[in-house]
C-alpha cells in the first residue's frame, strides 16, 4: 500500500549550525495513527511544521523528501512552491498547534477565523461559510455554536479554544491532521474529552492523524505506529504495542 505521507531522509537546520533534525524517515497510512514521540527539543514539532512548510524564519530543510499522495495528486511538500503550498496547508493537510491563544487572533471572533478556512479554500459565500462552521462548532462540543461564532478567544475556556482550533483544523475535511500536543496546559478532564474527540472525528472521516506527544497512555490509547525522536534522530519505529511493552532501544 502507497502511505498517504512519507517522509524520508529529512534533515532541517538553522543558518549554518548543526541540523538539529537529521536523517527522519516516518510513512503514515490513508486512516491511521502514527504517534511522534519523545522529549521537548527532540525533533517532534519542526518536523511536523515542515510538513507544512511553517519553519521558523532562519530554519530551512536541508535535505529530504516529504511526498504526500492523496486522493487530489502527489506531491513532494518540501520541493513545491509556496502557491501549490497554500493550496495545501489547512486544506488537505491541517494541523492543531499546542497554545490555541498564540494561534487564534484575539482581534478577530472565532466563527469567522474558522469561516476563513472555507473562504480561502472553497470560495465559500458568507453565509455558506457560515453554516458549515455552526454545524463544525455543534460537532466538536460546543454547546451553544451560536454563541461561540460571535465570540473572542479571550472569552472561551481553554478546552473550548481548543475545541475551535479542532474544528478549524477539520473543517476543509482533510485527508491527514497533525496534532501537536493538543493537550497542553488542560485539566485532565478536558485532556480525555479533546483526545477522545478527535479519536471520534477520524473514524467518522477516515483522516490519518500524526500525533505528536510526551505522554505514553496517550500513545497507548490512540496510535498504531510510532517513532521514537531523540536529539533530532529517530531512535526506533514501529507497531505500538511491542515499542510500548518491549522496546528495542534503550532510550525507548
Avoid at 123 to 143: D, M, N, W, Y
Wanted: with cysteine; proline share 5%.
Amino acid at each position: 500500500m502507497t502511505a498517504l505521507l512519507s517522509v524520508r531522509d529529512l534533515s532541517i537546520g538553522f543558518g549554518t549550525a548543526d541540523s538539529v533534525v537529521r536523517d527522519v524517515n516516518f510513512d503514515v497510512e490513508a486512516g491511521q495513527t502514527l504517534a511522534l514521540v519523545g522529549e521537548s527539543g527532540s525533533g517532534k514539532t519542526i518536523s511536523c511544521r515542515a510538513v507544512l512548510r511553517i519553519l521558523p524564519r532562519v530554519a530551512q530543510i536541508r535535505s529530504g523528501s516529504i511526498i504526500l499522495n492523496d486522493s487530489k495528486g502527489k506531491a513532494d511538500l518540501a520541493r513545491i512552491n509556496e502557491r501549490e503550498m497554500r493550496s495545501i496547508r489547512g486544506n488537505r493537510v491541517s494541523m492543531i498547534f499546542q497554545e490555541p491563544m498564540r494561534s487564534l487572533s484575539p482581534l478577530h471572533k472565532i466563527g469567522n477565523q474558522v469561516s476563513e478556512v472555507l473562504w480561502l479554500h472553497r470560495g465559500a459565500s458568507e453565509a455558506q461559510a457560515r453554516k458549515e462552521v455552526l454545524t463544525q462548532f455543534e460537532r466538536v462540543g460546543f454547546p451553544d455554536p451560536q454563541r461561540a461564532y460571535d465570540s473572542y478567544p479571550f472569552e472561551l475556556s481553554g478546552g473550548m479554544r481548543q475545541r475551535a482550533m479542532i474544528a478549524m483544523a477539520m473543517v476543509s475535511k482533510p485527508e491527514l491532521l497533525i496534532a501537536d500536543e493538543p493537550t497542553t496546559a488542560l485539566d485532565v478532564t478536558t485532556q480525555a474529552q479533546v483526545l477522545g474527540l478527535i479519536k471520534e472525528l477520524q473514524r467518522e472521516t477516515g483522516m490519518a492523524l500524526i500525533l505528536v506527544t510526551h505522554d505514553l497512555g496517550v500513545v497507548a490509547n490512540m496510535a498504531e505506529q510510532v517513532v521514537v525522536m531523540h536529539k533530532g534522530r529517530v531512535m526506533e519505529a514501529g507497531p505500538a504495542a511491542p515499542i510500548l511493552t518491549a522496546p528495542a532501544h534503550p532510550y525507548t
